[in-house]
């Protein structure tokens, strides 16, 4: 191949990368979300945040 078509095809790779990545990310948080922010959260905590 040549040097063009690899940094194209590199370029291309990363973005997917970056895209599935920022996907991951917005699951954890919704998971994170979901139960509440956290184990670890106190009873507290959860009243002042709600």
Do not use: I, P, T
Request: net charge positive; charged share 30%; glycine share 6%.
């Amino acid at each position: 191949m040549n040097a063009e078509f690899e940094y194209v095809v590199m370029q291309n790779h990363a973005r997917e990368l970056r895209e599935a990545a920022a996907e991951h990310r917005r699951v954890r948080q919704a998971v994170k979300e979901q139960r509440g922010g956290g184990r670890h959260r106190s009873v507290f905590a959860r009243l002042l945040s709600s």
